[in-house]
């Protein structure tokens, strides 16, 4: 009986992993409608990503479906350190970011940058040039309903990460 009660509970865990692309222990209703205000929206591809003021000011955004991305233009200067964090997640919210220049390149990426249940992303980047670099947040288990974050865009190292990224 144990045996069949095991198999039944593992079979409903992995069909909860396979339709929803999200583990079944963090399966929950979206975040409520007064969340999901996104004054960036339409910033989902990298032509018409927001451009992310350099003074360190922190942004909330959303993501409102499982294929809603945020993109940012950020300007970097050339041997400055950046850090890039985002914090404050709602239940159930898990963003990897991804840093590009501007040829489109990937140049740096994260996904939790501290240990469970902090589920927020960081890149500490120093670039080899001066000019114009994207930056896209996402959900990890592009699960949508209106999933919740800040984020922030700093000169200099912060929260004593241990890896610096150099590249163009």
Not at 143 to 148: K, S
Not at 158 to 166: G, I, Q, S, T
Request: net charge negative; glycine share 8%; charged share 15%.
């Amino acid at each position: 009986m144990k045996v069949k009660l095991g198999l039944a509970v593992l079979a409903a865990v992995l069909l909860a992993l396979f339709v929803t692309g999200a583990p079944a222990w963090s399966m929950s209703p979206p975040n409520p409608p007064e969340l999901c205000q996104d004054s960036w929206e339409h910033d989902d591809t990298m032509a018409t990503a927001s451009i992310y003021p350099m003074n360190g000011e922190t942004q909330r955004h959303t993501l409102d479906d499982f294929t809603d991305e945020d993109w940012f233009s950020l300007q970097l200067v050339m041997g400055t350190t950046y850090t890039i964090t985002t914090f404050s997640l709602t239940p159930n919210t898990d963003t990897v970011i991804t840093l590009y220049n501007s040829s489109g390149q990937q140049v740096a990426e994260n996904n939790d940058y501290r240990p469970w249940p902090e589920l927020g992303s960081q890149i500490v980047y120093r670039p080899y040039a001066t000019g114009t670099f994207y930056l896209k947040a996402l959900d990890f288990y592009f699960r949508g309903g209106c999933r919740a974050y800040s984020i922030n865009v700093r000169e200099g190292w912060r929260y004593h990460h241990w890896l610096v990224f150099m590249g163009g």
